[in-house]
């Protein structure tokens, strides 16, 4: 058992949420911050209280999807730090903390943020949280995969690039070894054709999210986040999870 | 209640699942850097011991000081949150981790330092009843 006390804080905190998910992967660039993102948002707008929270530390950008600036985000004191609301959702993100200034967190400084911002953010009525990531494996998601499992069910992001296929099998043997019998898989631009991969590694095919030109079109306001025309496929796979 | 409350709590909650509802002795070292409010959090930890029933025989809260080594050229400083604007220190106090947004070595000017004591909260010492 941890001697850290923000760890058992953590785990208290973690607890009480129904639904907890991690959005992993250890490839960059397959499009984990928008997945989390427009994922909790849309769930949000399906009357479900949900959270949103952002653990990648050196490079946050949930913000800029919900679009919303630093200085603009704030958290009440209660009984811990109470996130920020957005209709039902409720976000929480260090760049309010840091603003955009660079950030350099080496190995354990990383796990001491993780394990500091889930004891004391307080997601009291949230019945789904929705964790953003890092890319790679770093210590958050070791954090995750060892001390937290059965706490937080992972959601594995990769498109239908063979570079990002092998890394998800790498992945998943970790996760596997660490005792995690339920994998999420999410295709990101893609149109379906993950779900072979995804029924001979035993994970569970959430569905896909077709690739679109212009990502810009669906991101940065509320507006257009709720007007994305790939709106459709999220929702779906919400109904999977 | 502000956010010293939720540090409190995870000490109780450490001694719970640990077992130690009887002490003889609970030492908290209170990292600077953090700028936790010494009575709040003292306040908080009375309570929540009380209501759940622990029973401390003697209970010590210290300031520890901070201090940070620099990875590029080896050099250590001390640093204290009052030199510090009010944002930044709010800022680490909720994140102490956020010195790293703001700061750099004062000798070589590298962004690659660790915070080596004094971050923040943690349990310095208990003595089983």
Same mark, same amino acid.
């Given at each position: 058992?941890?001697?850290?006390?923000?760890?058992?804080?953590?785990?208290?905190?973690?607890?009480?949420?129904?639904?907890?998910?991690?959005?992993?992967?250890?490839?960059?660039?397959?499009?984990?911050?928008?997945?989390?993102?427009?994922?909790?948002?849309?769930?949000?707008?399906?009357?479900?209280?949900?959270?949103?929270?952002?653990?990648?530390?050196?490079?946050?950008?949930?913000?800029?999807?919900?679009?919303?600036?630093?200085?603009?985000?704030?958290?009440?004191?209660?009984?811990?730090?109470?996130?920020?609301?957005?209709?039902?959702?409720?976000?929480?993100?260090?760049?309010?903390?840091?603003?955009?200034?660079?950030?350099?967190?080496?190995?354990?400084?990383?796990?001491?943020?993780?394990?500091?911002?889930?004891?004391?953010?307080?997601?009291?009525?949230?019945?789904?949280?929705?964790?953003?990531?890092?890319?790679?494996?770093?210590?958050?998601?070791?954090?995750?995969?060892?001390?937290?499992?059965?706490?937080?069910?992972?959601?594995?992001?990769?498109?239908?690039?063979?570079?990002?296929?092998?890394?998800?099998?790498?992945?998943?043997?970790?996760?596997?070894?660490?005792?995690?019998?339920?994998?999420?898989?999410?295709?990101?631009?893609?149109?379906?054709?993950?779900?072979?991969?995804?029924?001979?590694?035993?994970?569970?095919?959430?569905?896909?999210?077709?690739?679109?030109?212009?990502?810009?079109?669906?991101?940065?306001?509320?507006?257009?986040?709720?007007?994305?025309?790939?709106?459709?496929?999220?929702?779906?796979?919400?109904?999977?999870? | 209640?502000?956010?010293?409350?939720?540090?409190? $709590?995870?000490?109780? &909650?450490?001694?719970?699942?640990? *077992? =130690? !509802?009887?002490?003889? +002795?609970?030492?908290?070292?209170?990292?600077?850097?953090?700028?936790?409010?010494?009575?709040?959090?003292?306040?908080?930890?009375?309570?929540?011991?009380?209501?759940?029933?622990?029973?401390?025989?003697?209970?010590?809260?210290?300031? $520890?000081?901070?201090? &940070?080594?620099?990875?590029?050229? *080896? =050099? !250590?400083?001390?640093? +204290?949150?009052?030199?510090?604007?009010?944002?930044?220190?709010?800022?680490?106090?909720?994140?102490?981790?956020?010195?790293?947004?703001?700061?750099?070595?004062?000798?070589?000017?590298?962004?690659?330092?660790?915070?080596?004591?004094?971050?923040?909260?943690?349990?310095?010492?208990?003595?089983? *009843?």
């Amino acid at each position: 058992m941890s001697s850290d006390p923000r760890f058992h804080g953590a785990v208290k905190r973690l607890k009480q949420i129904p639904k907890v998910y991690m959005v992993l992967s250890s490839k960059g660039g397959v499009g984990k911050s928008i997945v989390s993102t427009l994922l909790s948002y849309y769930s949000s707008l399906k009357n479900t209280p949900t959270g949103l929270l952002d653990l990648d530390f050196t490079n946050p950008s949930t913000h800029i999807i919900l679009g919303f600036r630093p200085e603009e985000l704030s958290y009440r004191e209660e009984k811990g730090l109470e996130p920020f609301k957005i209709g039902k959702l409720s976000y929480f993100s260090i760049i309010s903390f840091t603003k955009d200034n660079p950030l350099v967190l080496k190995g354990e400084e990383a796990r001491n943020v993780m394990r500091e911002v889930l004891s004391i953010v307080n997601w009291v009525g949230v019945q789904k949280l929705f964790i953003d990531t890092p890319p790679g494996l770093s210590d958050e998601q070791l954090e995750a995969i060892y001390n937290l499992k059965g706490l937080v069910k992972p959601i594995v992001v990769s498109t239908p690039h063979k570079l990002s296929i092998q890394s998800v099998s790498r992945l998943v043997r970790i996760l596997r070894d660490a005792g995690v019998s339920e994998i999420i898989l999410v295709e990101n631009m893609g149109s379906g054709e993950l779900k072979t991969f995804a029924d001979s590694e035993g994970l569970k095919y959430a569905g896909y999210i077709p690739f679109v030109e212009n990502i810009e079109e669906c991101i940065g306001s509320i507006s257009k986040l709720e007007n994305c025309r790939i709106r459709e496929y999220f929702e779906a796979i919400l109904t999977k999870i | 209640m502000v956010h010293e409350w939720a540090l409190a $709590e995870s000490i109780v &909650l450490f001694l719970e699942n640990n *077992g =130690f !509802r009887k002490v003889k +002795s609970l030492k908290i070292g209170l990292g600077i850097l953090q700028s936790i409010d010494k009575e709040i959090f003292s306040f908080s930890l009375q309570e929540l011991l009380r209501e759940k029933g622990f029973s401390v025989e003697k209970l010590e809260v210290v300031d $520890e000081g901070a201090e &940070l080594a620099c990875h590029t050229c *080896g =050099f !250590r400083w001390s640093l +204290s949150p009052e030199s510090m604007d009010e944002a930044i220190r709010e800022s680490i106090h909720f994140v102490p981790e956020s010195i790293h947004a703001f700061a750099k070595c004062p000798r070589c000017g590298s962004r690659d330092f660790t915070i080596t004591q004094g971050r923040g909260i943690r349990i310095v010492e208990v003595l089983p *009843g």
